[in-house]
């Protein structure tokens, strides 16, 4: 079984910064891809940010030169260092580990819960 557990969310004003955590636990190999994408009220969800186990990474052109996305291959666990926030910014973040392969399971693609930032004045 594996969990997608993230952290860091929350309230911040306008131009400041939140750092999100997510770690990824269970019986796995090998993580290919990990990232974030958010959803607002209403919207679908979109890429934030990914970033391979081999240090590649993809942004969102709304979010670039703002955020940047990193990745501890050894603990599972990305991080995505959010700053200059928009209330544009705010949304549902979500957690995504790609290609993920579990033994005896093989390989797949796993959700975390979500976590509510909110950018407000």
């Known amino acids: 079984q594996v969990q997608l557990v993230e952290s860091g969310g929350g309230l911040a004003q306008p131009g400041g910064s939140l750092r999100l955590s997510c770690a990824a636990t269970g019986n796995i190999r090998t993580i290919y891809e990990m990232g974030w994408y958010r959803q607002a009220p209403g919207k679908q969800r979109d890429l934030v940010a990914t970033i391979t186990s081999d240090g590649d990474t993809n942004y969102a052109d709304s979010v670039k030169g703002r955020f940047t996305i990193s990745r501890d291959n050894a603990k599972n666990t990305v991080y995505l260092q959010m700053n200059s926030l928009k209330p544009e910014d705010t949304a549902v973040y979500y957690c995504?580990?790609?290609?993920?392969?579990?033994?005896?399971?093989?390989?797949?693609?796993?959700w975390g819960q979500g976590t509510q930032v909110t950018i407000s004045s």
């Open positions: 995504l580990a790609d290609r993920t392969v579990v033994p005896g399971i093989g390989v797949g693609v796993y």
